[in-house]
Structure formats: structure tokens, C-alpha cells
């Protein structure tokens, strides 16, 4: 059984990451597995340990990145959040191709520790149109619009550190164009 692929997907908030993600898992043929992240934040309610997060205690986190157990990690209003390393590796030499479906900072980090990472840019069509999906929502108030405005603006300034820019004109396509991609670096492996 050969080893799966490490597969990194980051594009700005409001591209439609999430729902493009379910869509691959969708696709039996691709073999996906999501990777777990770590959080010192609390579960909330309905969520698992070990399904949604690995809930730790923020020693716990902190022994974690000094032992080097994650391959990325950041703090986000006030709690960490990480992608464990052991998880990632036992999912990959199961054969399973990992998903990680992570911020910009966080992917940076994965990329330059795992090199040979395929590396996937979800962008949106136009800033108009992200604008406009993250309007949509309707969920936030108008400085945190144009905060996350803002940071997209620079996020996609970073497109180019990927191997792979797929724009998202509609979950469809996007999640076809990719899955593509991933099936390419699948045959490319074997």
C-alpha cells in the first residue's frame, strides 16, 4: 500500500473552502480523509472529542509545539489552534489522502515542513464576488466585513506560494477542478 498525499487547501474567508471540502468528500474515488485539528478552546455543544477537535488544555498545546508535535499552529481569539502531526502521519501511512483545510499562516507553515505537499488556492472569481458571498451571510457586522476584506485582499497576494489556483465560480467546478488535481497527484505517486 503506498503512502497518500497530503493535500492543502487555503484560500480566503468567504471562498466557499468548506463547502468545496464536502463536496470532494462526496467522491469515494479520492480516498480523503480530514484531518483533526487541536484546540485549547472548549467543546461546544454536540461536538466530539477526537471526531470535531482534540480538545486539549493549553499545556498540553504548549508541550505540543515545543516537542514539535504539530505541523502548524496559530492562536485565534485567545485559544490555539493545530494540526497534529502524529494524526496527519498514522492517516497517510493507512494509504488515506489528507485533507487539511487550513488559513493561509497555518498552510505556510505545513508547505515549508512538508514540501511535497500538494498545494491547492481556492480564489474567489472577483473581490466583488466575495464581497458579496461574505455580505450574504449576513452573520457579521460591517467592521469585521471589511477586517475580512481586508485580510482576503492579502491572503490572495500569497497564491502564488501554491502549486495549484483554482477559482471558485461554482462548488461544482471548483470541487471538479480540484478532485482533477488530486487524481493527477495520485497517478503521478504510484
Known amino acids: 500500500m503506498s503512502k497518500g498525499l497530503l493535500i492543502i487547501l487555503s484560500g480566503p474567508s468567504g471562498v466557499g473552502k468548506g463547502t468545496v471540502r464536502a ?6 474515488t479520492l480516498n480523503l480523509a480530514y484531518s483533526i485539528s487541536m484546540t485549547t478552546r472548549s467543546a461546544r455543544p ?3 472529542d477526537g471526531r ?3 480538545f486539549v488544555d493549553r499545556d498540553t498545546f504548549e508541550k505540543k509545539v515545543a516537542e514539535g508535535g504539530l505541523l502548524e499552529h496559530a492562536e485565534f481569539v485567545g485559544n490555539y489552534y493545530g494540526t497534529p502531526k502524529e494524526h496527519v502521519e498514522k492517516l497517510l501511512n493507512e494509504g ?6 487550513i488559513e493561509v499562516q497555518g498552510a505556510l507553515q505545513v508547505m515549508a515542513k512538508v514540501p511535497d505537499a500538494l498545494t491547492i488556492f481556492l480564489v474567489p472569481p472577483s473581490m466583488e464576488e466575495l464581497e458579496r458571498r461574505i455580505r450574504g451571510r449576513r452573520t457579521e457586522a460591517e467592521d469585521i466585513v471589511r477586517q475580512r ?5 492579502r491572503e490572495i497576494k500569497t497564491k502564488d506560494n501554491y502549486k495549484h489556483v483554482v477559482v471558485n ?5 471548483a ?12 497517478k503521478k505517486q504510484d
Open 169 to 173: 465560480n461554482t462548488i461544482d467546478q
Open 46 to 48: 454536540g461536538e466530539v
Open 149 to 153: 476584506l481586508e485580510k482576503a485582499e
Open 23 to 28: 463536496k470532494l468528500f462526496e467522491d469515494q
Open 52 to 54: 470535531d477537535y482534540f
Open 96 to 101: 488515506k489522502n489528507v485533507l487539511l483545510e
Open 175 to 186: 470541487a471538479s477542478e480540484i478532485a482533477a488535481i488530486i487524481r493527477s497527484a495520485i
